[in-house]
């Protein structure tokens, strides 16, 4: 299955092969990069709500603490009793029968004795049912006799068609105590005014989990599960609903009861799913694109690629009318136009030889042209194959690995292109001023020498050539070329220098290579002349036809072993500031 499935992939054209190469990179980039985002957005939204609710409750806190302070102001009254006791009196009376009217929010006032004896109560009229005042009356005076001190809440009960809470407040002196009864949904309702707004569900909480108070009024006596893990703190629990809930607990000024912000669950799940669903809707996007793109890059990059190569196959076979049509004006456009330029000047060029050498020569130079420029093709090729083969573990570094590769072979088509432009092209060159040491820099860049290999341009920085750069430049780099082979084994130095005066400056090139025999220091300068197990042949008569070109002279001394110098005397080199 997986040979079928290989045979099938290599099988496919390479617009196709791009296309699933650049789509496989761009959705594993961005589905590492959105779902990386995702999780950190989820832990920084989930976050942020805590944040939320630690406000909220900062805030109901306050509204707590408002509240016991303006009830305090409320109930001033009982600071008379702290004198007068709270013993049967019509003052007593009237004073709790008066606060009752006062506070819309109590529906009954009790007050006891120490010895637990209700002494005096007031009652709203509707909340009078049968045995319900007498139970609370009851169950104050039992807290009562419980002792204890500081204010006590009891939990909800139902008093008629009310749900209520009692509070016992302790008197000083231990002189009895008040027993407030309040309306939940009274409280509730003013609690739930002030907190409706905040976006999250509040709920006063006692010890066990029983909801006292509650924005949501419905869950009001209903308990919480998993509440007690969670006192205080964030953590996780059950609503009285039943449904998954975030919750931040903190104490209250109140004994054992407790503020809790709720978030849902579900409303953080689904923020985090939406932001996946529009991940994938980007990554269907991107599929789109994608293959847009590689349609695009396909004939922009690949086409004009397998152009040249059908070229270059066509030429080597012999076939000098072959032209690839130039479409463009980027760099693939003008080493197509070198191509053509090329192979239009490898007619005459060989057109000066005798019939017989004419063949020879074709045969040779077609041959030669083969090896030198369809191994950079073939490297080209192959680098592009290898990151397709790769696309899944390729990273930025692969890439640039296979980008230079591509870059040195083009280089290198582009190096042989020049050198037979140079040499079969007799058109006069476009002359004009340019720094000389900075023609010898930049033709140096080009080349790679080897790391034992010491470059000296001892070209003063003010001379000026006037002359074609292009054709200098080139002129150098085979120089270069020919002196770093010369050294690549044993290492050494390559100095350009410039001697003489004014209108008779000579160009010197030297290195201390392995030389030059006697027998074929007078052949190196002949066309297609080569000691090298690779190379066209042209190099050095490249270097002499430029030379000749710009009016110059060029010798040579060589010793075997000892190295090797390049003259070139040249009428057109001159100073800044000099004119011509």
């Known amino acids: 299955m997986f040979k079928k499935m290989t045979k099938a992939l290599f099988g496919l054209s390479l617009r196709m092969k791009f296309f699933l190469m650049f789509l496989f990179l761009s959705v594993a980039a961005i589905a590492v990069s959105s779902f990386t985002l995702i999780n950190l957005s989820d832990k920084n939204i989930r976050k942020h709500a805590q944040k939320e609710q630690q406000i909220t409750y900062e805030y109901i806190n306050k509204v707590i603490e408002n509240y016991l302070v303006d009830l305090n102001r409320r109930l001033s009254f009982i600071g008379g009793f702290e004198k007068t006791g709270v013993s049967q009196s019509p003052q007593v009376k009237d004073a709790i029968a008066g606060a009752l009217k006062k506070n819309n929010d109590l529906v009954a006032i009790f007050t006891v004795l120490p010895d637990g004896t209700i002494s005096n109560s007031a009652l709203i009229d509707d909340f009078a049912v049968p045995n319900n005042p007498q139970e609370l009356e009851k169950d104050c005076s039992a807290r009562a006799l419980s002792g204890g001190e500081g204010v006590r809440l009891s939990k909800i009960q139902q008093a008629g068609n009310r749900q209520v809470i009692k509070l016992m407040y302790p008197l000083q002196n231990k002189s009895g105590f008040l027993c407030m009864v309040f309306d939940v949904k009274a409280i509730n309702d003013e609690m739930f005014k002030i907190t409706k707004t905040s976006g999250h569900e509040i709920s006063l909480i006692d010890g066990e989990g029983v909801i006292m108070l509650s924005s949501r009024p419905e869950g009001i006596g209903k308990s919480i599960r998993g509440f007690g893990k969670n006192k205080p703190g964030y953590g996780k629990v059950v609503n009285f609903d039943g449904g998954d809930a975030e919750v931040f607990v903190s104490r209250t000024a109140i004994d054992d009861y407790y503020v809790a912000v709720f978030q849902s669950g579900g409303e953080l799940d689904y923020t985090v799913t939406l932001m996946k669903s529009i991940v994938i809707v980007w990554i269907l996007i991107i599929l789109g694109l994608s293959y847009l793109l590689s349609v695009l890059l396909s004939g922009y990059i690949l086409t004009p690629m397998l152009n040249l190569d059908a070229g270059i196959k066509s030429v080597t076979e012999g076939n000098l009318n072959y032209r690839i049509s130039v479409r463009d004006n980027n760099e693939i456009g003008i080493l197509t136009d070198s191509f053509n330029h090329m192979v239009e000047n490898l007619k005459p060029m060989i057109a000066k030889y005798s019939e017989r050498e004419a063949v020879e020569a074709k045969a040779v130079l077609a041959n030669r042209i083969g090896h030198e420029i369809v191994d950079p093709v073939m490297s080209v090729n192959m680098a592009v194959s290898l990151l397709q083969r790769n696309k899944d573990k390729a ?19 582009d190096k042989i292109s020049s050198n037979l432009l140079a040499f079969s092209n007799d058109r006069q060159p476009v002359m004009s001023d340019f720094n000389l040491k900075e023609a010898v820099s930049e033709a140096f860049s080009v080349v790679q020498p080897h790391h034992n290999i010491l470059v000296k341009n001892d070209i003063n920085s003010a001379l000026l050539m006037y002359g074609n750069s292009s054709e200098i430049k080139l002129l150098f780099i085979n120089l270069f070329e020919n002196s770093i082979d010369a050294l690549k084994e044993t290492g050494g130095e390559i100095k350009v220098s410039v001697d003489g005066s004014e209108g008779k400056m000579q160009i010197v ?61 040249f009428k057109n080199i001159k100073s800044m500031g000099v004119k011509s």
């Open 509 to 569: 090139f030297s290195d201390n290579g392995c030389g030059i025999s006697e027998t074929n220091i007078i052949k190196i300068f002949d066309p297609l002349f080569t000691t090298k197990m690779q190379g066209l042949g042209l190099g050095l008569a490249v270097v002499r036809k430029i030379t000749e070109r710009h009016g110059g002279r060029i010798d040579v001394e060589s010793r075997v072993n000892a190295g090797t110098k390049f003259i070139f005397s």
């Open 395 to 413: 990273g930025p570094q692969d890439i640039l690995k296979y980008a230079e590769i591509i870059k040195k072979e083009m280089q290198q088509i």
